[in-house]
Each structure stands twice: as structure tokens, then as C-alpha cells.
């Protein structure tokens, strides 16, 4: 690990440790309202101020880091697990099977990402509650941000079908299933890894571009996305930089999360 | 229109669209086709100007970086590249609406670290290959290394990445023209999501898969026309 990296991964685990302690950290339930201070500066009660709305800005970070600091890996989760079964059983079988799975995501390649999410969310309602809409838009990212892995995953485990071992595991009698989970899933185990780990700053950005847009996570919840609404009305922003803080504190973990897996030639 | 089923849409979609009939949006109570005519030369223009922006961008500062070898260059250009990268599209579109700018350049500020990044990786492997560092014992200048003998291995790619930067480019154009408020596709595509307009939504689909189709279909044909070229 160079010494960049490590700092990225500091930054990273001080980050994740912040949100486990958000609960005890917070000033305020990211919801309860102080209506006698809407829109205040930053205080010994408030640090980082409060809202339009008089919500303190603090806790609705903190738990606003936590929502997409959870929802993002766990979509990653869910995605690179449909990747890896799909893309190493096309690899690993060929033939008609790795053709479909190849041209469905060619197909859904062809479409940006961003307006295959939007059209998926229009098919669904929109007046949700907070953590439905959470569920929905976890669900959305991770069933259909497989794509790209799957065709990294599909070209190495090609790679490993004609391999001499897995010729020797197929004459000693070893069963399909058994080739793919014992033989082929071990050798592209890193792979696995590095999709999983490039695709959480991918949704940490989509989760953020569609909840700026109205179709992710919705109010009261807080989320990253939410949090940066704010900045549609910059000229107030620039007046008040501590609000600059959420969009801060996501490109810092973006970039971290960027840092620590260096080569990397996605291009989404 | 979903009451009726959604395989029954699409029938009479599909049997409107064989006469040329692309229907009419629910939300906005206008022929479809009339919309798209109205929508599509701005998106596309944003889009060819903003990728023109940023091919220009990325293309000199990554040969820059990489000609003149220099640490200031190499580090100021991904410093600038990785910042881009991890600001979400909608927080540059905010940002071009407070500096008053125009959406394509929105557009090429999304797209250009994404082609920076691909570009200078490309040029690195390419001036690594054997036959650079041939050329470089044989004493050839940097400019004619760079014309001869990597540009035109590094040229297939190149295209293939020209076909996805359409399709980075209009993913970017959805939140950046919903938030500068510029009436193109991606703001007709965002506001048929928001009202769950079905007719609209399905004629972008249609009209966008067409439109990146062709890009990549052409970038397709301009690398395998090259290739036979230089065979």
C-alpha cells in the first residue's frame, strides 16, 4: 500500500467509525424542528446551524452520512453478487447462455445509467414513505448496476474455462455446480472484490444525482443527495459556507474510496 | 394509460408506431413527436458542444502530462480529474447556474476527468510498448514517436471511447438541463419520471437506445475502417 493509500483508508475507517457513533454524537433527531431558529448560524448548540426548515444541520449530516454511507455498499453488495453469478457462469459455461446474458447487457449498456434508473423509478410510486423510498432506491441501484462487472467477470472467467486444472477437476468427476463454486469462484475472488469496491463511490453519486432530482431517498430522511438540495439556491451557500460541509464531506469519501483501489479503468 | 395493462399498451404502441403515430404525453397533453422535434436539437446540440470541449480538454492535458513527463503536470491533472469525478453532476449543474454558464459546458465539465483518466492510461500503456521504446533508440524526435507510433494504436480505443462519451454525456445531461433549467431531452425525460408519464418515457427510451445505437455503430465502423486502413 503506498503511504496515499493508507491515508485514504484512515480517512475511510474514521469515517465509518463517525457513523456508528451518530446516535450518540447527534444534538437532535434529524426531524424535530427548533422553530424559533430556522436557518441559523453556527452556534455552541448547533455547530453547523440549522435549516429552512429549523432542523439542526449536524445531525441531519451525520445521519444523512449514514443512510448513504449504508445504502450505497449494500447496493454494491447486491450488485457484484448478481455480477459474479452471472458473469462466471456465462464465462464458465459459454455457449448460449453466456450469448443472452452478453446481449441483454449490451442492451442495457446502450442506455445511460442515470435514465435507465429514471425510467425504472417512473414505472413506481412516488409518494412513498422515507424508508420505502430508501428500499426502492437500493433495490434499483443494486438490480440494475450489474452491467459493467458482468462483462469484466464473463472475459476472465472465459479465460479460465480451457485451463489445465479445471481439465483435471472435470476427469476426476467433478460436478458443474461444484467446478463453479470450489474451482472457478477462488480464481476470481479479487475480481469480486474490485467490483464490488469500484461500484460504491459510483452509487454514492447516483444516490446523490437522484435524490437531488426528487426520485431518491425522500423527506424527512436525510441522505447526501437531500442534504445538497440545498444548493440550488447558491448565492446563499456562498454566504453561509458551512453548509459547503456535506458536499465536502462526499467528494472527500468519494475520492478516498477512489484512492484506495488506484487502477482503475471503468468508465461509467 | 396503465389501466388498461401493459401488455395492451405496448400492443397499440407498437401497432401506433408502425404508422408513425408516436402518441400523445399524458402530462403535458401534446403529440409526442412534436415534443421530441422541439427537444432533441437542443439536448443534441449541448451534447456535441460539450463533448467537443472536453475531447479538446482531455486529449491536450493528457498528452501534455505525458509528453513533457513533468510531475507538476501529471499531478495537477488527476488532482483536477479526481476532484471532478467525485462531485455528483447535479452539484456542477447547481454550480452553472450560479456562474450563469450555459448546460454544455455542465456537460464537458462531467465528461472531460472520465476521458481524462481513460486517455492518459491509454497513452501510458501505449508509450510503454516495445516498439516506442524502438523508436526512441532509433533517435526519432517526441513529436514523430507521438504521430507514428503511438497515435495510431492508439486510435481504435479512442473510438470506441468517442461511441460511450455520447452515452456518459447524455446520462450527465438529465440532471444538469432538469436543474439549469434548459428545455432539452433529459429535462423531458426527468419530467416524465417525476409525473409517470408512460407514452413519453417509452418514446425517449425508444428515441435515446436510437441515438446511442448509432454512435456506438458509427464509432464501431470508424475503428474497423481504420484498422483496414493501416493493415
Known sequence: MSPVQKVAALALCMIFALIVFATILVPAHYARQFRDVPNAGPSTVHPL?????????????????????????????????????????????????????????????????????????????????PMASVI???????????????????????????????????????????????????????????????????????????????????????????????????SAVAANPWRLVPLILLVIVVMCFQLVLPSQEVIQ | MLHEGLASFYFHYLSALAHGDLGESDSLKRPVRELLAQRLPLTGNAIIRGLGVAWLAAALLASLGLASRGWFYEASGTAVSSLLLSLPSAVVAMLAVHLRAPAFSAISVVVFPRLHRYMRSLLLRSYDQRHVLAARARGLGSFSIFWRHV????????????????????????????LCDSPGLGQLAWQAALSRDLPLIVNVTLIVCLVMLAANALADLAGRAFAGDTQ
Do not use: H
Not at chain 1, 97 to 126: G, H, K
Not at chain 1, 196 to 215: C, K, Q, R
Open chain 1, 49 to 129: 446551524g440549522t435549516d429552512a426548515l429549523g432542523r439542526d444541520s449536524l445531525s441531519r449530516l451525520l445521519y444523512g452520512t449514514r443512510v448513504s454511507l449504508l445504502l450505497a455498499p449494500a447496493a454494491a453488495l447486491l450488485s457484484t453478487l448478481i455480477a459474479a453469478v452471472l458473469g462466471s457462469a456465462a464465462g464458465f459455461l459459454g455457449g448460449w447462455f453466456e450469448r443472452i446474458v452478453l446481449a441483454v447487457t449490451d442492451i442495457s449498456l446502450a442506455l445511460p445509467w442515470l435514465f435507465l434508473l429514471l425510467t425504472v423509478r417512473a414505472m413506481l410510486p412516488l409518494d412513498v414513505p
Open chain 1, 136 to 234: 426502492i432506491a437500493f433495490l434499483m441501484m443494486g438490480l440494475l448496476g450489474w452491467q459493467a462487472s458482468v462483462r469484466v467477470i464473463c472475459a476472465t472467467a472465459r479465460g479460465v474455462r480451457d485451463s489445465d486444472f479445471l481439465l483435471l477437476a472435470r476427469s476426476s468427476g467433478c460436478k458443474p455446480s461444484r467446478l463453479l463454486l470450489c474451482q472457478v469462484a477462488p480464481i476470481l475472488r479479487p475480481l469480486f472484490y474490485a467490483q464490488f469496491w469500484i461500484s460504491i463511490p459510483l452509487f454514492i453519486l447516483t444516490e446523490a444525482n437522484l435524490s437531488i432530482l426528487g426520485l431518491g431517498v425522500m423527506e424527512p430522511m436525510p441522505s447526501w443527495g437531500n442534504l445538497l438540495r440545498g444548493f440550488e439556491d447558491f
Open chain 2, 151 to 178: 497515435l495510431p494504436l492508439a486510435t481504435p480505443p479512442l473510438l470506441a471511447l468517442l461511441g460511450v462519451s455520447f452515452a456518459i454525456a447524455f446520462g450527465a445531461a438529465i440532471p444538469i438541463e432538469a
